[in-house]
């Protein structure tokens, strides 16, 4: 099978991993019995030797795939003049045992059905044997073993792979279960059932109900889904090493928990009403925090989903790469990165949960104090920035805006509470940082604030400066800076992170797409200035770039191509804040920090 586009696919998950399923019924990425395992199914990263799970009619049709109204259950529908078929793919949520429930349905005349399951453990790096079972097949390795189990008779080939062939009249079904335990017996439509209700019941709690309520509750899903249940963790992507540009270096392991891409989440969540995920994600950045790390500080740049530190990075040379993108890589050597911005993101998302949820525990302000009189030591020290550059070290705006981010919200947070900070020098570092930012982060001669101080290089992560509350709106230098960014970084509704070359190094070949978080932040900039209109058409372009069941990759490539790893939650809850607060002004009303 020659790649899908990225933009293909559906996803369906537990909470614990996900599966992306493509519109011709072929499971192509799984990994088990984590978001962060190695993979079952990876024909997305290797189209040969990958591993997959297929379940389509015979002959040809025409794709299309929905998701159950209010669900993370996917429906693939094939459609001919011969008949139509559904596929319905699902992950129970809750029980002791992991699933993914494959059921196929005729719906109009008489269809022919074909299934095939080809695991390649351990990232294709594990064979394995296969032997019959009761209702089934057992694929075991020495890196796991996987039960395949079906109402229908499945055979297993010279190959090792699980086979079947059926046929199916009107109103028929056969269901395909692939779990742990072969002896474990299944009922896929009480499972799709209870999958049904618990979807539907927490999206009930969703209080958006503006203009755009189907997009941001798709979005509320997808974060729901990259949350890992055990820990309150939530993954970046649910990917791993999808190019930022075809055939090049810029692929990445996403399927960790970043502090920034997890707080803001956490905020996103927050604002549609599920405090619930971010007491979760208190607790684990809490338990973080007691930690030490002796040489980056307090924090990680980014967390292992069980809380590991060390997420070392290897290649996987034996993988082609989606569309011969090498090279594939397995963890991400960022963990080791200084990125200051880190600090003031999380202390937003303390300080708004403490506002809109709980209020913060004696013992978590003992830690917020230890990290901020940190921040308040080391936030004029050189780091690698938001964008993980590995060109080296910079004063990074960005880095600068965050750092003022975490003092001013620690002394908020005190005021408010009455928390004690006698003796404290974070007032005083706040200020000076502020100080430091207007002097030697604006640059005259673009007429904007630059990437790093004493660059010419323009950078979208400024345009958080108002959302921050760092600057007005419509301060004279943000409203120059916007507009910087919309002429040197925007095209039509895309915008790029900053260009790559001589002004603005980044320490890697080649170039990548639009990075499709800056462009909900350009709608919030421009919400926020009273620019109302030039916002919504921006965000409604925006909305065009989904993919037909409303997900987003990190990026957008030229031809409006999904690049990246996908699902992404950074883009995700961009889409959500942006929603937010262009609903609230388009009715007249405030715009919420």
Not at 183 to 212: A, I, K, M, N
Not at 289 to 302: D, F, H, K, R, S
Not at 479 to 485: A, E, F, G, I, L
Request: aromatic share 10%; proline share 4%.
């Amino acid at each position: 099978m020659a790649y899908r586009p990225i933009a293909s696919y559906g996803v369906v998950g537990n909470m614990h991993s996900i599966a992306l399923v493509g519109m011709c019924g072929s499971i192509d990425w799984l990994c088990l019995p984590r978001f962060d395992s190695p993979s079952v199914f990876g024909r997305i990263l290797d189209d040969v030797k990958g591993g997959f799970f297929s379940l389509h009619p015979a002959g040809d049709c025409s794709e299309r795939q929905m998701y159950l109204p209010g669900t993370n259950v996917l429906v693939t529908r094939f459609l001919s003049t011969e008949g139509i078929a559904e596929v319905v793919d699902f992950m129970p949520v809750g029980g002791t045992q992991r699933q993914l429930i494959r059921i196929a349905r005729a719906v109009r005349q008489t269809v022919r059905f074909r299934m095939e399951c080809r695991p390649a453990f351990d990232y294709a790096r594990a064979g394995h044997t296969a032997r019959a079972v009761d209702g089934g097949v057992v694929f075991e390795s020495t890196a796991g073993s996987l039960a395949l189990l079906s109402n229908a008779a499945i055979r297993i080939d010279d190959e090792g792979g699980g086979v079947a062939e059926f046929v199916l009249q009107p109103g028929e079904s056969v269901t395909f279960a692939l779990q742990e335990d072969h002896r474990q017996p299944f009922d896929g439509d009480r499972l799709q059932t209870e999958t049904v209700r618990y979807w539907r019941s927490w999206l009930s709690h969703c209080r958006y109900q503006g203009r755009w309520r189907e997009m941001v509750q798709r979005s509320a899903l997808v974060l729901k889904l990259l949350t890992y249940q055990p820990t309150g963790a939530v993954v970046a992507a649910a990917t791993t090493s999808l190019p930022e540009s075809i055939g090049g270096v810029r692929n990445w392991d996403y399927r960790y928990t970043w502090v920034r891409d997890a707080a803001f989440t956490v905020y996103a969540l927050m604002r549609l009403g599920y405090t619930e995920e971010a007491e979760a994600f208190t607790h684990f950045m809490h338990q973080r925090a007691l930690e030490q790390e002796p040489e980056n500080g307090p924090l990680n740049v980014m967390y292992g989903i069980d809380g590991r530190h060390e997420l070392n990075e290897v290649s996987l040379d034996h993988l082609d790469g989606y569309m011969g993108s090498k090279p594939v890589r397995a963890g991400n050597g960022a963990w080791q990165h200084l990125q200051l911005d880190v600090y003031g993101e999380l202390m937003d998302s303390i300080y708004l949960h403490d506002k809109y949820g709980t209020r913060i525990s004696w013992d978590v302000w003992l830690q917020v104090e230890r990290m901020l009189d940190w921040v308040s030591h080391n936030w004029s020290r050189p780091d690698q920035s938001i964008w993980e550059v590995r060109g080296g070290a910079q004063h990074f705006t960005y880095s600068k805006l965050q750092c003022w981010v975490a003092l001013d919200r620690g002394l908020r947070l005190a005021t408010k509470r009455s928390l004690p900070i006698n003796g404290k020098r974070w007032a005083a570092e706040r200020d000076n940082i502020y100080r430091s930012i207007m002097t030697e982060a604006w640059n005259p001669n673009i007429g904007a604030f630059a990437q790093y101080f004493g660059s010419d290089a323009v950078d979208a992560s400024v345009l958080l400066m108002p959302l921050v509350l760092f600057l007005g709106p419509k301060d004279p230098r943000m409203v120059s800076t916007v507009d910087r960014v919309m002429k040197d970084l925007t095209a039509d509704a895309l915008v790029y992170r900053y260009r790559i070359g001589d002004a603005a190094p980044d320490g890697l070949p080649g170039n990548e797409g639009t990075f499709s978080i800056c462009s909900f932040w350009l709608v919030e900039a421009l919400t926020r200035a009273g620019r109302l209109e030039e916002a919504q058409m921006l965000f409604e372009k925006m909305l065009t770039y989904a993919n037909h069941v409303g997900l987003y990759s990190e990026q957008i490539g030229a031809a409006g191509e999904a690049l990246g790893n996908f699902p992404q939650a950074f883009t995700h809850l961009g889409l959500i804040g942006a929603a937010f607060n262009l609903n609230r002004a388009l009715d007249g009303g405030s715009v919420q920090s």
